[in-house]
């Protein structure tokens, strides 16, 4: 179970996704400037506000730009905010800017196929440059993993989250995960490999882990 919520740290309502797992665990990771918290059992909010202001100082939740990257009212896509328009909400088109959906259902849908396009594009365009051969590629719901390559199977996963932001970013990722080709770890020929395809790869992949739009 995954739920979002909106916790005042510090004077900032800052984005914390909770999600109640199995195994006994309490972990906060950051991602896109969101908390994402995983414990056990059933939690209070307070509870959790206590356990962050423990955790993280008042500097760190600063750097924090948490927003929701789908509202009632717009979507972020590629780094771009557009106007949402849900059809079944009773919205309606007013530029053809605008992100149209029928319903829930469908935004869902579009956002899928749109990021699996994107994405795929995108490793596809760096295997030819890398020297790499074709990886399959899934977008799952990776909380703050952002993406993982299963070398052994030759399968990249990106986390679903990624299309709220820029290609620049996308690209950083992907770049990272077909890097794990030649490097299993991430050492400084790791990196190395990273630097040569995406200069700025440090402060881009800051960026996705903050939040910051551009
Ligand atoms: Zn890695």
Redesign the pocket.
């Known amino acids: 179970m995954e739920k979002l919520e909106i916790i005042n740290l510090y004077g900032k309502d800052v984005v914390v996704n909770v999600r109640i797992a199995k195994a006994r665990t309490y972990k906060v990771s950051i991602a896109y400037g969101h908390l994402y918290v995983t414990r056990t059992e059933r939690y209070s909010l307070n509870e959790i506000r206590d356990f962050l202001l423990r955790l993280l100082n008042e500097k760190k939740v600063e750097k924090l730009h948490s927003e929701l990257f789908v509202t009632d009212s717009y979507i972020d896509i590629l780094g771009q905010r557009k106007r949402l328009v849900n059809l079944s909400k009773g919205q309606v088109r007013t530029s053809s800017d605008d992100f149209v959906v029928i319903n829930d259902k469908d935004l869902e849908k579009k956002l899928k196929s749109l990021t699996k396009d994107i994405v795929t594009s995108r490793v596809r365009h760096f295997e030819q440059l890398m020297n790499i051969p074709e990886h399959t590629v899934k977008i799952t719901n990776m909380r703050a993993a952002l993406g993982k390559n299963y070398y052994l199977k030759r399968l990249i996963t990106i986390d679903k989250n990624v299309i709220h932001f820029s290609l620049e970013e996308i690209d950083a990722l992907v770049i990272?995960?077909l890097a794990?080709y030649y490097q299993h770890n991430?050492s400084k020929d790791f990196y190395n490999i990273i630097l040569t395809y995406c200069p700025n790869y440090r402060k881009i992949i800051k960026k996705l882990i903050y939040g910051e739009r551009v």
């Open positions: 990272h995960e794990h991430h």
